[in-house]
Every structure is written in structure tokens, then in C-alpha cells.
């Protein structure tokens, strides 16, 4: 199984960004997916995940300004990134793994990630 991430960019704050994570390789229909981002000298930090089922989970941080979304057909999960803060500013990761029950937010349940992409938000 690969995850392949795109849509991260430069962008000013407000603004919005739509980032696109394809499962290739694998099943990914019953799957749990989700969106991790990692800021330079921080530790990698769940964004936002999706079951099967289509039950979504948001962090705090972002939640009110980002969506998750699957597209099972497409194999494809995405994250809708509006009003856009400079603190949202890291490298977004797509990973796949089981579902976990109160631990879905920690990376080390995860065993496929995507490469990476960046978002860069300027104040």
C-alpha cells in the first residue's frame, strides 16, 4: 500500500487549501485514514481522521476551519483548510492504520504514511 499526498503551497493567512491523499496498492474502503503535520522542531501531530463508516474525528486546533473527506470510489481522502492561521504552517502527512479507540491520534498506530507536503502560510 502507498499514500501519495498533494495540494500543500503558499498561502496567506485566511486563505485556503484543499490537500488530495491517494491509496494506491490496497484496499482503503475500510481503512482508517487520517492527516498528521509536523512544524520544524515539533512533534508530528494529528490534524483530522475518517473511518470507513464515515465518522470523522478533527483536532481542537483546526477544528470549525477543516474538513476530511473520503472519497471511496477514487480511493482518495482530502482535507479542506480554511481561514488558514501562519500556526497551521507544516509539513502534512497522510497515514493509514487501524482504528484505535482513544489512541487515533497518536502516529505510532499508523504503519503507511505518504511522503509529505507542505503548507506554508504567511501573516
Known amino acids: 500500500v502507498q499514500l501519495q499526498a498533494s495540494g500543500g503551497g503558499l498561502v496567506q493567512a485566511g486563505g485556503s487549501l484543499r490537500l488530495s491523499c491517494v491509496v494506491s496498492g490496497g484496499t482503503s474502503s475500510s481503512s482508517f485514514l487520517a492527516w498528521f503535520r509536523q512544524a520544524p522542531g515539533k512533534e508530528r501531530e494529528f490534524v483530522a481522521g475518517?473511518?470507513?463508516?464515515?465518522?470523522?474525528y478533527i483536532a481542537d486546533s483546526v477544528k470549525g476551519r477543516f474538513t476530511i473527506s473520503r472519497d471511496i470510489a477514487k480511493a482518495m481522502v482530502n482535507l479542506e483548510m480554511n481561514s488558514l492561521k501562519p500556526e497551521d504552517t507544516a509539513v502534512y502527512y497522510c497515514a493509514r492504520g487501524p482504528f484505535v479507540v482513544g489512541r487515533y491520534n497518536d502516529p505510532v498506530y499508523y504503519g503507511v504514511w505518504g511522503q509529505g507536503t507542505q503548507v506554508t502560510v504567511s501573516s
Open positions: 475518517i473511518r470507513s463508516n464515515n465518522m470523522k
